[in-house]
Structure formats: structure tokens, C-alpha cells
């Protein structure tokens, strides 16, 4: 693909291996759909960096961006995406929306649908909601994360970042450290960094991990060292403080530190050259020391920086499946 | 007028039903006879019976049996009439070749006073498909704080008490309620369940719930709860009964208990000896494989089949849960549990557990006749003469595929549309009367 030419022109979407109409997570796609995906991200990552920002690709097009969950990040990448794309965008939040009404959410996405969309991006606090959209209503569907089970287009940022830094994925030693359990970051990740090759190590409370995870093809640690040993990439997770509420899973802030805060002193374990991750928003001092944090190893911020570029492709891979004239 | 060997059906004529295959297991008898039925009772088995003066049910080539009876059900009557009544119930038990279902107490209003009682017993009387015996609750409204007037129920028609739906979380009520229900000899049903250790749970926790990222709910919570309860048992001596047992752990500690003499039991349902945890993911998040206790991993299914031929389980049962599908179509996490299973579970047995050699023939007629009738000390479960004629005719050929729609049930919430079988029920009798549907 060339620097531009295929944004300004009309691709064909038999040149593509794409040919998804939806993308719910990563764990059914190829590793030559992933391969696509982050490849394609390169091209748009150029659009960022022009002085007028954006291409004509989705001109005409609704995309719908419904967040039932409280989202900054994730959705305004969304959003700036599809500026960039130039779609027309909608944006509909789970407070204040019909569902707090009483409507089910298969009535508010029957409804959603009669104002026909072509994408619809959406944030649930439960697993399983895009795919029962996706079965439900004719608009491609964009998981941008599902209760505990998916964020795919976190994962393919992450990936998009590691490339950048490491030229590749195969043969990486990952570690993905915090919040197992409650963590589609940390879900999405694996099926990705495992099916391209890299070797993950998750690490966390015990009280944290969820049971029988190596079945997903990892190995699970109990000690910050452990994991980070010899790691090219760490990735910190965000511990979810509010989680705290509902029976707490470790007793306070500075004893969860003690045990997996990244200091610049346990990352000296790592490789010299690794990077650290966060996906965000961060806890500093609870998972990760801001040293760390805004230290010379963080490609945090590039993450969000990518996470615009990866969307653009997702959206415009998916436009081009549904046979629009893109 | 009430009786307390629940809604009979008498019929004044004679009839034979002519050259079947007899399976009856509480006389080990699996031969070809006819059976000869007088006054709604069953009169005589043997070879070539005079049929002059009775009518004649040819039942050559099919297998008969002892009425089956599930003794998990339930009817939603009343306060659910949408999901399910007494009347759609009975159709639904009759469809699927059961002669008589014992019902849980769930309704609204709840089922923990006489009147609720009677009311069932009024409409099943009405609706003369299949024998009706209401469980009645164990605690005033479900609460879990005070006894329901469970003599009050017994006398007026309930043959067993339970709170199912919730656990009797407390340790304290579980053993007021094994020492008073043995007043009415009547045994306690238990739903174990540690409501702790479940949480948010709405599916096994195991390496399916781990991918999904869906709240598990670990086979401890029912383990810690009949650890508890057995031990509650022995104590008290009272009835125990597991509902829905669905773990390999707490089987294995029922086979223990069996084994040091205790009155204890259990009944396992037809899901949780088909599928596995992972049919959610397969599904991908059909609310039709959410149900409590949930599917559970491979290697509790595989306990739960060697308890059938073991000896272990009592009971098949279906936990017929009708839910109506605008609760149902719904995403995965705020489905409510259960599943449909009187018009599925005898040809599901057949096919799955009968034909590939699992289980013979007469260990499943045992575990939906005679075992179901000995836990709730019913009048069925045998074709003993001077037992009701209540039979059920098997042909073991027919074939089916499972069609929702095509149910009696009113809902049609299962994880089995679509599922060709081999095996089926093909009718009933009760009290010696073909029923029609």
C-alpha cells in the first residue's frame, strides 16, 4: 500500500483479505487479518501528521458510537477516527439513554437501526452484547470492549506499538501485569500477542487471576520479578479501584504496590531495551510509579497516538467489506 | 374432596395394554406382557390376557413403563402465568411422556401456605394430563428466617418442601428445618448453593467463564453447601434430597454419605449430563445455556455419568424452567437462569445416555419412575398390581428433532431446538386412561 493513494482513491475490497463485516474480538481473527489490520494502520498513521487531517474515505457514512459504559480514551479515538474519515458520527451514552428507561437493549439497537448506520462502535459493560447486536442488526459492529472479554482495538494499538519498537511480535517475551481477572485488555492481548508469535507471561494477586488462564496459552506468575524478568514489552494493567467497593480483593493501595506497583527498580529486571505499556487511564502509584510512567521506556502516549490511526483502519477495512463504495 | 396421593384419575373400565416391552425396575421385569388395568388401577401382568370385556391398547414394539414422574419442575402457577400455568404445564409433562411432576414453590405468591396448596391441586384436578404434587416452601416466603407452615401443606397435598430457586443459606434453619419436616416425613430439597462464593456469577468458573470474561460461579459454592448440609443431615437424621446436583465433588460426597447409611439423595438434570461449560462460549452467549446450577466442565459431567450407572443418582430431573423470551432475549449477563426440559429430557436420555451404551434401558427407566417416586414416597414409579395405572409407552425408534415452537410448554427457552433424536415418548396413560393431547 502507498502512502495514500488507496484513501483517495476507491480500493478494491477483493485486493484485501478482509472480508469481515464485524469485528467482535481477536480471538477469531487470522494472523494475516491482524497482520491487514496493522498494516493498513500504517498508511492512515500519516493522515495524523498532515496539516489538514483528514480524507474523504468514509464521506457519507453513519457511524454510531454507543457507549453504555463511561469512556474517554477509547471513545474520543473513535471519534477523531472517524472525523479523520470523514463519517458522519453520532454518539449515544448509557446514562441518559432509553436502556436507563427500562428499554431492552435489543429495542434501543432495533431502534438504533432504523436510523440505518453503517458501523456502530460499542462500549458494554457486559460480555457478549456486539455479538448479539451483530446478530441482530444489519450495521457492521465494532467492539470496543465488552465487560471482561474483549477490546480488540486495544490490543491491535498495543501490537501497532510494539511493532513500531521492536519491528515485530514473534519470539517477544510479554508480561501483562495488574487485574487479570477483570481485564479485557488483558483478554484481547493474549489471543493477539499469542497467535503472533510472542510468548506472555500474566502476572497478579492471586485474588486477581482468573482460574484456569495458562489454558488460554500463557503462563501466569504470582511475582512481580518473576513475570518481568527478561521481558521485552511490560504492560501494566489499571487496577480497578472501584472494584474495591464491591469486597476488596487486597487490603490497600500501598501493600498492592509493595507487591506489583513498576518501579524504575524491579523494571531494571526486564530487558534493557523493553518498553512499558499501559493501556489507561493509569493509577500512578498503585500500579505503576510515575517514574516509570514518564520515564524514557513508556510509549504510553504513542499507544494513544496509534490508537487513532488502528481505528481508522478497523473502519475502513469493515466499510469496505460491506461493498460500499468506500 | 382433596387427597393426598394427589389428583387421580380413575376409570371404571377394564383395559389391556397388549404386547409391549415391560420395563418395570422396582420388580426387574423387562419382558414382553400385556398389562391388564381395572378400576384405574393396574390389575394383573402376563402373556396373552383375556381382553374380553376391555379395550385394548396395542403398545407391540414399544416399551412400556411405569409412569415417568419429574420431580423438579417448575409451573409458575400462580404469579407467572405468562411463562407457564398449571394447565400448560401438564401438557408439557404429557407431551413428553410424564405421568406426574412435583412442582417448586417459587410462585408468587409464594407457595408456603395451604391456599397455594389447594390452588395447584384445584387446577391440576382441572387438567387431567398429568398427576400434580406441589413442593411446598421450606421458609415463609423464601426469607430463609421462619419455617412455612409445612404440616399445613402436607396435609393439604404437598409431598416435600424446598426453597429452591434460593439456597437455605442458613445453617441454623437447614437443621430446624431436617428436624421438623421429619414430623411429616417428608424430605427436605435443598438448592446448595453459597450464595457467597456465587456473587455475580452467571456461569461455571473454569476456563470458558476465564475467555468469555464472564462472573463464574465456581463448583465450590455448591460443594461447601452439601458438605454443610450432609453434615446437617447425619446430625438430624432428617431427609435430605440434592437438587440439580451438577458437581463431581459433591456427588462423590453423596456416595459417602449413601455409604455410611445416610437418608440422603439426589437427582441430576439431562443438561448437566449433555453439556459442558463451554457450549456458552460454542453459543456464543445464548441465554438458553444459562441456567443455575450452571453447565459445568467435562470432567463433572464425566462424574455425573458414572453416578447414573453407579447408583449414586436417585433421580433424573428435568428442572423445567420456563421463562418467557422477552426475558430471555436479552444479553448473557441479565438473562434470568433456567431452561425448558419436560419435552426434552426422555428422548435426550434415549438418544445421548441409552443408545450409545452409557446407561441400559432399565437404569433409566429406574432413574425417572422408581427413583423419583421412592424419594417423594409417591404412589407411582412401579406396575405392581394395586399400583395406579400410570404408564408410559416408548418407541425407541421414533425419530424426533426438537422444535421450540412446536412445544406445549409457553415458553420455549432451550438449548435443544433443533436436536435430532432417536427415542421418544409416544404416550401416556393415567389412572389406566390414554391421555390426549
Known sequence: MSDTAPLRETPDAADTAWTRKHLLGIADLSPSEIELILDTAESFREVGERPIKKVPTLRGKTVMNLFFEPSTRTRSSFELAEKRLSADSLNFSGSGSALSKGETLIDTARNLEAMAPDLVVIRHQHPGVPHLLAERIDAGIINAGDGAHEHPTQALLDAFTIRQHKGGLEGLEVAIVGDIEHSRVVRSNIHLLTKMGARVTVAGLRTMMPVEVEKMGVRAAYDLGEATRGADVVMMLRVQLERQAGGSLFPSVREYFRLFGLSPERLKRAKEDAIVMHPGPMNRGTEISSLVADGTRSVILEQVANGVAVRMAVLYLLMAARGAAV | ?437
Not at chain 2, 77 to 103: L, M
Not at chain 2, 107 to 127: F, G, K, Q, S
Not at chain 2, 159 to 168: F, K, N, R
Not at chain 2, 342 to 347: A, D, K, P, R
Open chain 2, 1 to 437: 374432596m382433596k387427597r393426598a396421593d394427589g389428583n387421580r384419575q380413575v376409570c371404571d373400565t377394564k383395559r389391556i395394554v397388549r404386547g409391549g416391552r415391560v420395563i418395570d425396575p422396582s420388580q426387574d421385569l423387562d419382558r414382553v406382557l400385556d398389562v391388564a388395568i381395572e378400576d384405574g388401577k393396574v390389575a394383573e401382568l402376563g402373556e396373552n390376557l383375556d381382553a374380553a370385556g376391555a379395550e385394548v391398547t396395542d403398545a407391540a414394539g414399544l416399551v412400556v413403563t411405569p409412569g415417568l414422574i419429574d420431580i423438579h419442575v417448575h409451573l409458575r402457577e400462580p404469579g407467572f402465568e405468562y411463562k407457564e400455568t398449571v394447565a400448560s404445564g401438564v401438557r408439557s409433562a404429557a407431551a413428553g411422556g410424564f405421568t406426574a411432576v412435583a412442582c417448586m414453590a417459587n410462585t408468587l405468591p409464594v407457595h408456603d401456605h395451604r391456599a397455594v396448596t389447594e390452588l395447584i391441586m384445584t387446577e391440576a384436578d382441572r387438567h387431567p394430563f398429568a398427576r400434580v404434587y406441589p413442593i411446598g416452601a421450606i421458609t415463609r416466603g423464601l426469607g430463609g428466617e421462619d419455617l412455612a407452615e409445612i404440616g399445613d401443606m402436607v396435609a393439604a397435598g404437598a409431598v416435600a418442601i424446598s426453597d429452591d430457586g434460593l439456597p437455605v443459606s442458613s445453617a441454623a434453619m437447614m437443621r430446624r428445618a431436617l428436624l421438623y419436616a421429619q414430623h411429616y416425613d417428608v424430605p427436605v430439597i435443598q438448592h446448595a448453593e453459597d450464595l457467597d462464593l456465587t456473587a455475580d456469577g452467571v456461569m461455571h468458573e473454569g476456563e470458558w467463564s476465564t475467555r468469555l470474561g464472564l462472573p463464574g460461579i465456581p463448583a465450590l459454592a455448591e460443594d461447601v453447601m452439601v458438605a454443610r448440609d450432609l453434615l446437617l443431615s447425619a446430625d438430624t437424621g432428617g431427609r435430605y434430597h440434592v437438587a440439580h446436583l451438577s458437581t463431581g465433588r459433591s456427588l462423590a460426597m453423596v456416595r459417602e454419605a449413601k455409604r455410611r447409611g445416610l437418608s440422603v439423595t439426589c437427582e441430576v438434570s439431562p443438561h448437566h449430563l449433555l453439556l459442558t461449560d463451554r457450549e456458552v462460549a460454542d453459543s456464543t452467549f445464548s441465554t438458553a445455556t444459562k441456567m443455575k446450577p450452571p453447565l459445568r466442565s467435562s470432567a463433572d459431567v464425566e462424574a455425573l455419568v458414572e453416578g447414573l450407572t453407579d447408583g449414586t443418582v436417585d433421580v433424573i430431573a428435568s428442572d423445567h424452567a420456563p421463562h418467557h423470551p422477552d426475558e430471555k432475549d436479552v444479553q448473557f449477563s441479565v438473562a434470568p437462569f433456567g431452561i425448558l426440559g419436560l419435552e426434552t429430557t426422555v428422548s435426550l436420555c434415549l438418544d445421548r445416555l441409552v443408545r450409545p451404551g452409557i446407561l441400559d434401558l432399565a437404569a433409566l427407566v429406574r432413574l425417572l419412575s422408581t427413583g423419583p417416586a421412592r424419594v417423594l414416597g409417591l404412589p407411582g414409579g412401579s406396575l405392581e398390581p394395586g399400583r395406579p395405572a400410570d404408564l408410559t409407552l416408548i418407541d425407541l425408534e421414533r425419530e424426533v428433532t426438537v422444535r421450540s415452537e412446536d412445544f406445549h410448554s409457553r415458553s420455549c427457552n432451550t438449548p435443544f431446538d433443533g436436536w435430532q433424536l432417536t427415542g421418544a415418548a409416544v404416550g401416556t396413560l393415567l389412572g389406566g386412561q390414554p391421555v390426549t393431547l
